[in-house]
């Protein structure tokens, strides 16, 4: 069943969601004020949060920002569900990665049409990542022949097979040093060392070039945000992952996207006549 947590400060708004969402099936969930919904969000982990943004306590905004910084909930889906309707607060609340924005009052309908949307989107981007992932399980034979069409960037290095093995499962969370080392038996300094002269680069270096080349092909593949994509490819603050895409490819990430979408039409439009 699916689960979402609602936060409001108004009872009133509280029951009518809960209403709602149990009428559509929806195991629903309602809180008071933005502490208390971080606290049942990293708990209760619902497959959707519907947050107002006016709130005592804590704010919608900075329920957003707290959520988004924890990878445990980095990737869920939230929608606003408030008063605030100028074009300003709509665009500050998609920018800080709100998945969707409803102007209160508004029917059970739109409610409905809004948590389809977002929670289709959600389906999508994770059936997407289950595919990417499933490489995980190939063998280092056949990642080497087939990494152009698959664009893995790791060296073929029977010292650090393990190493890359464990970046791939992991690069879309936030991984540390020290955690790669317990997992492939080495201490951190050694490791470092290791991965440095087999390699020239570091450990974290590697990191962030999967993330970049999972980056890519979800800009490409998907409509998802920017800001969206920086979480579901390991990054806790999307000014990070703007900054390492520039420093990649010398663009930002719209900006390759907009290429890559023109180059496409192009080919297209050619290959037509």
Known sequence: MTKILVIDAEKQARNMFLKCLEEEGFD??????????????????????????????????GVLRELRENPATAIIPLIFATILATL?????????????????????????????????????????YAAQSRSVLKSPETETKKS???????????????????IEANYHRQISLNEVALTVGYSSTYLSKLVRHQTGQSVQSWVIQ????????????????????????????????????????????????????????????????
């Open 28 to 61: 629903a969930i309602t809180v008071e004020n933005g502490l208390v919904g971080i606290q049942q969000a990293q708990e209760y982990l619902p497959d959707l949060i519907i947050s107002d943004i006016m709130m005592p306590k804590l704010d919608g905004y």
């Open 88 to 128: 300003v607060d709509i665009r500050k609340g998609m920018e800080l990665g709100a998945d969707g924005y409803i102007i209160k009052p508004f029917t059970p309908e739109e409610l409905l049409r809004e948590i389809t949307v977002c929670l289709g989107r959600q389906a999508f981007l994770r059936q997407w």
């Open 148 to 166: 152009t069409a698959s664009e893995f960037i790791f060296p073929s290095d029977p010292k650090l097979r393990k190493v890359f093995h464990f």
């Open 210 to 273: 999967r993330r970049m080349v999972a980056a890519r092909s979800l800009l490409v593949e998907t409509s998802e945000r920017v800001e969206q994509i920086a979480a579901l490819v390991g990054y806790q603050h999307p000014v990070n992952f703007f900054r390492h895409f520039r420093q990649y490819y010398g663009i930002t990430p719209q900006a390759w996207r907009k290429a890559k979408a023109c180059s496409s039409f192009i080919k297209y439009d050619t290959h037509q006549n």
